[in-house]
């Protein structure tokens, strides 16, 4: 692993390494100290986030900062803590980004947002949803996307079908909910998340299928 992150800051403009506030400072001691050592060796812009910082006392955080700021003594590496999960000190990040990270140029025109289809963003958006909607009940692994249709209709909404497929019956009964509730709510979290994407209206239906142990015969 070490390995893969030495060849990965050859090429990087700067190095962020994201920590878990959570951990014990010895416990990612020697991760730190040898992940930083590449960039630092080759005088990149580093910086440390520990994340997580809500987990934990404001005593608490102050302590581990002042360990890994005496441990990695080098020129020029930063740390910051904040909590994603609120945004509580995302905006230090970003500043830090855009002093640090050179302005490159324009690889697409200002128009082109991706090169990847819009089914695959309408398959994503679905998958958020269904994580932020369902937690752990439903295992992400036992989660397949798949969009069968999707046409676009002058003078009505556009047309999008997808399937959701899962494993078992009992997650097909979570993804559904008492009389289809959860699947419509669902439903209206991810219409309203696409319409927003697309930039125009669209009619989605999802239908929820079993299909057991497909995850172990999918092709990677």
Known sequence: ????????????????????????????AK?????????????????????KKDSLKPG????????????????????VALSAKRGDGVDGLLAWMLDNIPQGPAYYPKDVVSEL?????????VREKILLQYGQEVPYACQLVTVRAFREREGAKDYISLDIMVERDSQKAILLGKEGKALKALATAARI????????????????????????????
Request: with cysteine.
């Open 31 to 51: 991760l730190l100290l040898e992940g930083m050592e590449s960039a630092v060796v080759q005088k990149k812009p580093t910086l440390s986030c520990w994340n």
């Open 1 to 28: 692993m070490m390995q893969s992150v030495r060849t990965a800051t050859v090429n990087a403009d700067a190095v962020v390494l994201v920590i878990d506030i959570t951990q014990a400072p010895q416990e990612v």
């Open 117 to 125: 289809p819009e089914r695959f963003f309408v398959a994503e958006i």
């Open 193 to 220: 998340d696409i319409e927003e994407f697309l930039g125009r209206q669209v009619f989605l239906e999802i239908r929820v299928k079993v299909k057991e142990k497909w995850s172990r015969t999918r092709p990677c």
């Open 60 to 79: 608490e955080i102050a302590k581990k900062l002042q360990w890994y700021q005496e441990a990695v003594a080098a020129d020029g590496h930063q740390v």
